[in-house]
């Protein structure tokens, strides 16, 4: 394949990955304005809430399935490749069902989780199937990445989008904007426009223990550690909702929640580009294409932060409208809120690429180090400034947090990609 033809398919692939990121976070921003239009705070708390309990089942299933399916997968062809990827798929069936069962079983039991007194059936179901659901369509959409189709991606949540969009407009004209009701309107359509892609990718799922175990004994080098490192990363940075709670009250939590969503499109961008990244280095570190991703990788974070320049001040030009004809009366004075999430996506950014050529070259360990240094150093911080600061300590910690995070990956990434390209030379 001609240079052009390779730039023209990169640029093909990204374009389709930018427009697919578009869509969930345009969906994503506007199921966030349902809350702020037609719920009350503590609504938009709780389903906030419990999106981040979601997001730490999403964090397993990237640790023991996702994460080391592109790394493993890309390097594998034919029969092996769609093997190997039934056997993820069982697998992936198999957890997401008993976490289904255990999450819906936990808010029954323990409603004050999420500031409730108590939890009728709503709740547990809306919990089981968001599970299930998001755990599915991320596998099939991971799939479809690993297989360098990304187009493919952006039919299914074309299709998704609709189906949600039509679900959620029947909550609004009914008025029942409440968390348990919008979380299974999000399922539902989730796992109605799944299924039919997993008949028409292929997919199917391999249940058998001996498989299983072979998987996992495969894996495990790599997941030991990307475990570990996705529940700590989780824990720092999600752990402002449930700090949060405790330290500035459910409300003031909500707003912070409400300013992140405006910041949203900067995360939409930084992962529309990671979906086509990682598998790109993936590959690239299989070939010994070292010099390829280093200049990839330095591309990449200069786009971080100019990008994120140019759309922190066209947004800060346009907060009064926002303010006034989005926001509303509940959730007014968010600037300095918005600005902090801002300096939050900056280092995310720069993390999510660092992170994307260590795990391609297998290197998960440092994720899981680069993890825990940022914990240790942001949960104190948020939970102490924030009883003094308010807001502002809370996000603070936040933002020290994942710049800790962005440093460590930085510096573990450069020192790798440097020792390869003199083991390079010198074997020249």
Known sequence: MSGLTRQGAVFKGVSHSLLDQALLSASNFLLG???????????????????????????????????????????RDGEHRQRTTSVYFGLQIALSSVLALLGGLAIWIFPDAIAMDAVGWAFPMATGTMILSVWLREFVRNVQYINLR?????????????????????????GNVRADLVLLAISGSGILTALPWVRASGLAAHFGWDAWRQLLIEVWPLAKWALPASVVAWAFGNGYLLIGAQVVGPAVTAEVVAAKLFMAPLGMLFLSWANVFRPKVSR?????????????????????FGIASLYVMVLLVAYPHLESYVLGEKYRGLRIDILWWALFFCASGVSGISNG???????????????VVSSVVSIPVMYALGLLFAKNGLMFGVVLGEATYAVVLFYCMRR???SKVNHVTKGA
């Not at 609709?162 to 009914?174: D, F, K, P, R, Y």
């Open 33 to 75: 304005l349902v809350f702020i239009k037609f719920a009350t705070k503590h609504e938009y708390y709780v389903y906030s809430q419990l999106i981040g309990y979601f997001a730490l089942t999403l964090a397993l299933q990237g640790a023991l399935i996702n994460t080391t399916a592109l790394t493993i997968l890309p390097q």
């Open 150 to 174: 990304p187009d493919l991606c952006l039919q299914l949540d074309i299709a998704y989008v609709t189906v949600l969009a039509a679900s959620v407009g029947t909550l609004i004209m009914t």
């Open 284 to 304: 690239a570190i299989a070939k010994g294409e070292v010099r390829d991703i280093t200049r990839l990788t330095n591309w990449s974070i200069a786009g971080v």
């Open 357 to 371: 050529v260590l795990l391609g070259g297998g290197h998960f360990k440092h994720s899981f180090y680069a993890s």
């Open 416 to 418: 790798i990609l440097r």
